[in-house]
């Protein structure tokens, strides 16, 4: 077999005159501001199952996260926003090659973990990508961020924002993506830009280009194992997982009904005993 599909690995290094320039996303650690929800414990943990499976079902401290984070979960994208910290005064600040960051550049979305978040450098069609071609002081984007911290909701016990540097194509994904900066520091990142190409079928790896995958409005490998899961999730349960953001359409499971986070666990259990189901080969 390995002479008619050999395996061959070839590294090379280019030197090119510019690169295209990442998204770079923030959220504030504080999903709420402390007169926007009732007492509560944060959500601490990146996934659902951490704080909302069967056995914790009766824990007093894990039943006020899911209180907190149901209350949240059931009101609609304005009332959050409203709720939220806004993220134009989060980001004091931005600046790009020197220059005010223009507002084109600049979008909003929500996560159920860190609430309102700001993402400077999203894809749009309309507006030519942006490129980088020097290192060092002033020569990339420059972030000011205002925390808030005086109207913290008590229940969070951290001051801070997560960063996910990711690109302009790709959602962000907050819980498992980037990393934390805290107050009263200031932080310095560089990057080089990798770029790995696999052979698709009938080479060993299967691998796939999301972005050209016709009839799939999925885009990227972990948007697709969260939709496989998510539809298992609808399949068996009658509803999804809130906390993973694909599907938000489907029904909601309550994160207080613990027959539905019971049903979550199996659904996972099932896809790791048993799996994988999910048709989503590394790209």
Not at 148 to 158: A, C, D, Q
């Amino acid at each position: 077999m390995y002479f008619f599909y050999p395996i061959v690995f070839t590294l090379e290094v280019e030197q090119v005159k510019s690169l295209e320039f990442p998204a770079v996303s923030i959220c504030n650690f504080n999903r709420m501001k402390k007169f926007g929800l009732s007492s509560g414990t944060p959500l601490l943990h990146s996934e659902r199952r951490s704080s909302f499976h069967c056995s914790a079902a009766n824990d007093s401290e894990r039943d006020e996260i899911k209180d907190s984070l149901q209350q949240y979960n059931e009101m609609d994208e304005e009332w959050r926003w409203r709720k939220g910290h806004n993220p134009s005064r989060f980001m004091q600040k931005c600046l790009f090659r020197g220059r005010i960051c223009p507002q084109n550049r600049l979008s909003y979305f929500q996560n159920l973990r860190y609430g309102n978040c700001i993402t400077f450098n999203k894809r749009n069609k309309k507006i030519e990508a942006l490129t980088v071609s020097d290192v060092g002081l002033n020569t990339g984007l420059i972030l000011e961020l205002k925390l808030e911290s005086v109207i913290y909701h008590p229940s969070t016990k951290t001051l801070g924002a997560r960063v996910v540097i990711h690109h302009p194509n790709e959602t962000p994904s907050p819980e498992d993506q980037g990393f934390n900066a805290n107050p009263c520091t200031e932080i310095s990142v560089s990057l080089r830009q990798s770029i790995m190409y696999r052979l698709p079928t009938p080479f060993r790896d299967h691998c796939v280009d999301y972005e050209r995958r016709q009839r799939s409005s999925v885009k990227y490998q972990k948007d697709c194992i969260r939709t496989c899961i998510q539809t298992e999730n609808f399949a068996k349960c009658g509803c999804i997982d809130p906390t993973l953001n694909v599907m938000e359409y489907f029904t909601l499971c309550d994160l207080t009904n613990t027959t539905q986070m019971c049903c979550l666990d199996d659904v996972l259990e099932t896809l790791s005993n048993y799996g994988p189901f999910c048709d989503c080969p590394q790209p």
